[in-house]
C-alpha cells in the first residue's frame, strides 16, 4: 500500500541497479543516497566534447523529489545528494538513464529543487562532504485518514455522514502530544525487544490537524517529527490512538505499551502514510550561515510542494481508500485485539536480528 519520504524504504520492487562498480545507490533512513566514485571520467582521444566533458569537475549536489509513490510501495519525498560533471535540463531523465531510479518510474517523478557546490545565482552550495543519508537529522511524516476512524465503535464502521467535532479532535491530540519525548517503542515494531536500547525512540511532536472535506468524505491529516523511526513504528502509533479514541481500549494501555511487558499494538493501514520532510537541522546551524553556503530547508518550494500533494499524493489515497476500504476494514479488526492481557515480560525473547535498513518508518515501514 502507499506512503511518502522518509528513513530507510527498502528498494522498490523492480528497481533497477547500476551496473557500474563506482556508482551505487542505496536507500538508508528515508533517504535515497547516490555516491559515485572518484575515478576520473576516460578520455577519448578524439571528439572534443567527449573530451572536454571528461575534463569538467564532477559538482556535489543536493536534489529534492517528489513522486506519489503507489508503484514504490509507499508515497515518497526524498533527499539524495551526488556528483555529476554536468546537470542536465532533464535531470530525471538523466538519473533513469544512470539507474538510479527504475526506468518506469521516471514519469512520476517530479523536480522541486537542488542545490549543488557551485559558484551560481541561481542555485545554491552544500558541503563537498556533504551526505543526505548521515546529515538527515529528523523526519516528518503526515498520515491522511477519514475521520470516521475516530467515530464511536458503537456507531456504523464506515459512517461517511461522521464528522470530527471539536471535543473529539481535542481527545486525539491529547493522546498524541504524549508520544512526545524519548519513549520505549519496542511494542510498536516487531524488530525489537524492550531491552534494546535502539528501542528508545526521540518524538519530536505530533498532532492532527482540522478536518476537511473530499468528495463527500472527511478526512483529516496526523503529523508527526522525530529524529528516526522503525518499522511500523508510526502506523502502530496512531492505531493505539484510533483504538482508544473508538472505545476499544484503555488510555492507560498507552502508558504500560511503554513498559516491558508485551503489549497488543494495532497497526493502522498503509495507505496514507507520506514521507513529507526531511530535516538538516544540525547542518543548517554548521553551515547554513557561514557566508559559503546556504541552508537546506526549500522554504521557497513550500507552495510547489504543497501543490503537488493536492494534485498528486491526497487524491491517489483518497480514490484508493474509495475503492479499496483499507480503513473500514481495518477498524473491524480491532475487537478481536485484546488491550487488558500482556504476554509475559518480554526481556528480549521478542527481539528479533534487526533489519540492515533500520533506522526510520521510511526506511523499514513495509506492509
Request: charged residues 30%.
Amino acid at each position: 500500500s502507499p506512503r511518502m519520504a522518509g528513513n530507510a524504504e527498502p528498494p522498490p520492487a523492480g528497481s533497477a541497479r547500476p551496473q557500474d562498480r563506482r556508482s551505487r545507490s542505496c536507500w538508508a533512513g528515508g533517504v535515497r543516497v547516490w555516491e559515485d566514485g572518484e575515478h576520473p571520467a576516460k578520455k577519448v582521444k578524439s571528439g572534443g566534447d567527449e573530451e572536454r566533458r571528461g575534463k569538467l569537475p564532477k559538482r556535489k549536489i543536493v536534489l529534492l523529489m517528489a513522486y506519489s509513490g503507489k508503484g514504490y510501495h509507499g508515497m515518497q519525498r526524498n533527499v539524495g545528494s551526488s556528483q555529476f560533471k554536468t546537470i542536465e535540463d532533464d535531470l530525471v531523465s538523466a538519473l533513469v538513464q544512470s539507474g538510479c531510479i527504475p526506468e518506469n518510474h521516471g514519469e512520476d517523478m517530479r523536480k522541486m529543487s537542488f542545490q549543488r557546490c557551485a559558484r551560481t545565482d541561481k542555485l545554491k552550495r552544500v558541503t563537498g562532504g556533504f551526505n543526505s543519508k548521515n546529515r538527515c537529522d529528523a523526519r516528518t511524516y503526515c498520515y491522511l485518514l477519514p475521520t470516521f476512524a475516530f467515530a464511536h465503535k458503537d456507531r456504523d464502521v464506515q459512517d461517511e455522514t461522521y464528522r470530527l467535532g471539536a471535543e473529539t479532535l481535542r481527545q486525539v491530540n491529547r493522546l498524541l502530544a504524549c508520544y512526545k519525548g524519548t519513549h520505549n517503542f519496542h511494542n510498536f515494531t516487531s524488530q525489537k525487544g524492550p531491552q534494546e536500547p535502539s528501542a528508545r525512540r526521540y518524538i519530536l511532536e505530533m498532532y492532527c490537524e482540522e478536518p476537511f472535506v473530499r468528495e463527500g468524505l472527511e478526512f483529516a491529516v496526523i503529523r508527526v517529527k522525530g529524529q528516526s523511526f522503525m518499522m511500523h513504528q508510526i502506523r502502530k502509533m496512531i492505531g493505539l490512538v484510533v483504538a482508544i479514541v473508538k472505545g476499544y481500549a484503555p488510555e492507560s494501555v498507552l502508558e504500560r505499551s511503554w513498559g516491558t511487558e508485551k503489549v497488543d499494538v494495532p497497526k493502522a493501514p498503509g495507505l496514507g502514510l507520506v514521507l513529507e520532510r526531511v530535516h538538516f537541522e544540525k547542518y543548517n546551524q554548521r553551515f547554513g550561515n557561514d557566508g559559503l553556503h546556504e541552508p537546506l530547508d526549500w522554504v521557497q518550494e513550500e507552495g510547489k510542494v504543497a501543490a503537488f500533494k493536492e494534485e498528486h499524493i491526497y487524491p491517489t489515497i483518497i480514490s484508493t481508500e474509495r475503492d479499496e476500504r483499507s480503513m473500514a476494514q481495518w477498524l473491524s479488526t480491532l475487537p478481536v485485539h485484546n488491550f487488558s492481557a500482556t504476554a509475559l515480560t518480554a526481556a528480549g525473547t521478542d527481539a528479533k536480528v534487526p533489519s540492515p535498513l533500520e533506522g526510520s518508518e521510511g526506511d523499514g515501514d513495509t506492509d
